[in-house]
């Protein structure tokens, strides 16, 4: 899944949305940031927060600016890195062997030996920015299949990748970035781009050397020639033959780790490409050969995906889906709301609020126990409608869902990605 968007400046806090911290060089004061209600210093970092949402026009700002982003933190890591996240100087990575990032400051190792980067507290061992912007790991695309089936709408593809040669490893729920090739429009080498991971941290070939992706190719008509537009690191994606080499960055993320009980029960709400994480809970929940090698992890408890697509042939991972819903029928189930194939209530399209309206009472019981953890992830526009339903759910208890949902999210058990 691509996460789209970069800024607001110091002012931005981290609640409400999801919040990121680039580390930026460079930054040039001109008549522009003048007049902005932030510093810009002439040297050393800057360090930016920048709403999800806009971070792809954040970064094509910064570069406007003349700056150069040296590293991506979550204003999680960026504060538990940095004690009480006030805004001070940081790190430069420098070029080593494959774009391993070195500096002064030498990043901890792990047992096994191998390097990363890592914020303190919280999920203190979870790897991040092991590969930043500026010293990118170079991996190799292994295979890159068509997902949509003959008749589907869009152009969407799995990708996996080789790590060999290199210390990229990750965890489920998070995101890699990819810097595509050439210049932009102001001849600029081209900014990365992130994509949720879409496999387990053994990778599809539980071998511990391959990374995956699940790509939608970006397009959308120009408003104002009204030509057909693609974008530019999503068609390049999609388009990618097995030998090409492409730039990595990260792992980024924290927001979307899966919870280590093996009775905990998982609601998960996607839409298209959206369901990249969510394969990866799956693959680790219910696949042989990652069971065989997760011994200290054999998923025991329920998982629920409520899955948004535009018709059936779009149904990304169907046979993968349908195989586990077979095989572990009590402890997975999946519920698809095809767009332009099924009604709703109302007599209109079916998109996944509508389902959750549907099992609004079951799924308000199920969020209510303990160990629940519930994680939504692709258009940001099924929000509102899913805390419609879940708001008429909890009222019938005398429960304003608003305030139980703060409750939630401060107990880490809400997880939401959206752009």
């Known amino acids: 899944?691509?996460?789209?968007?970069?800024?607001?400046?110091?002012?931005?806090?981290?609640?409400?949305?999801?919040?990121?911290?680039?580390?930026?060089?460079?930054l040039r004061q001109n008549e522009v940031n003048d007049k902005a209600s932030y510093p810009i210093r002439k040297s050393g970092s800057v360090f930016i927060r920048v709403p999800y949402n806009r971070m792809n026009q954040e970064m094509r700002r910064i570069t406007r600016l003349g700056g150069k982003i040296v590293s991506i933190l979550s204003c999680e890591d960026f504060e538990a890195s940095n004690g009480n996240g006030s805004l001070t100087n940081g790190t430069?990575?420098?070029?080593?062997?494959n774009g391993k990032a070195t500096s002064e400051q030498q990043p901890k190792k792990?047992?096994?030996?191998?390097?990363?980067?890592?914020a303190k507290g919280k999920h203190a061992d979870v790897p991040v920015n092991i590969y930043r912007p500026n010293a990118p790991f170079i991996g190799k695309c292994i295979s890159n299949e068509a997902l949509v089936e003959e008749g589907g709408i869009g152009l969407v593809q799995h990708l996996k990748f080789d790590l060999s040669g290199g210390d990229l490893h990750y965890i489920e729920g998070q995101s890699i970035g990819i810097i595509p090739p050439g210049l932009d429009k102001n001849g600029k080498p081209e900014k990365l781009r992130l994509y949720s991971i879409a496999s387990t941290r053994h990778g599809d070939d539980v071998n511990d050397k391959t990374v995956s992706l699940c790509v939608r190719q970006l397009e959308y008509e120009h408003p104002e020639t009204k030509e057909k537009v693609y974008g530019v690191c999503?068609?390049?994606?999609?388009?990618?033959?097995?030998?090409?080499e492409i730039k990595i960055t990260g792992p980024v993320g924290k927001e979307m780790l899966l919870p280590d009980d093996p009775d905990a029960k998982v609601i998960m709400m996607a839409t298209g490409t959206g369901i990249a994480p969510m394969r990866a809970y799956l693959w680790r929940m219910f696949k042989d050969n990652e069971k065989a090698i997760n011994t200290?992890?054999?998923?025991?408890?329920?998982?629920?995906?409520?899955?948004?697509?535009?018709?059936?042939?779009?149904?990304?991972y169907k046979q993968e889906l349908e195989e586990m819903q077979?095989?572990?029928p009590d402890n997975f189930r999946l519920t698809c709301a095809i767009s332009r194939e099924q009604k709703n209530a109302q007599g209109?399209?079916?998109?996944?609020?509508?389902?959750?309206?549907?099992?609004?009472?079951?799924?308000?019981?199920?969020?209510?126990?303990?160990?629940?953890?519930?994680?939504?992830?692709?258009?940001?526009?099924m929000e509102d409608g899913i805390?419609?339903?879940?708001?008429?759910?909890?009222?019938?208890?005398?429960?304003?869902?608003?305030?139980?949902?703060k409750q939630i999210k401060k107990a880490g058990r809400w997880h939401v990605e959206t752009y």
């Open 296 to 316: 200290g992890y054999q998923f025991k408890g329920f998982a629920w995906l409520i899955f948004g697509i535009p018709t059936t042939p779009n149904i990304l």
């Open 326 to 328: 077979s095989r572990y």
């Open 1 to 26: 899944m691509k996460n789209q968007g970069a800024v607001e400046g110091a002012a931005i806090t981290a609640s409400g949305s999801r919040i990121f911290v680039y580390e930026v060089l460079g």
């Open 348 to 381: 209109g399209r079916m998109y996944i609020q509508d389902r959750v309206a549907e099992h609004a009472d079951e799924l308000w019981k199920l969020i209510k126990e303990e160990k629940t953890h519930t994680y939504i992830c692709g258009l940001r526009g």
């Open 234 to 244: 999503s068609t390049h994606l999609c388009n990618i033959k097995p030998g090409d």
């Open 110 to 118: 792990t047992k096994e030996g191998n390097s990363m980067t890592q």
């Open 387 to 405: 805390d419609a339903a879940l708001t008429a759910a909890a009222a019938k208890e005398g429960v304003v869902w608003s305030d139980y949902q």
């Open 92 to 97: 430069v990575a420098n070029m080593e062997g």
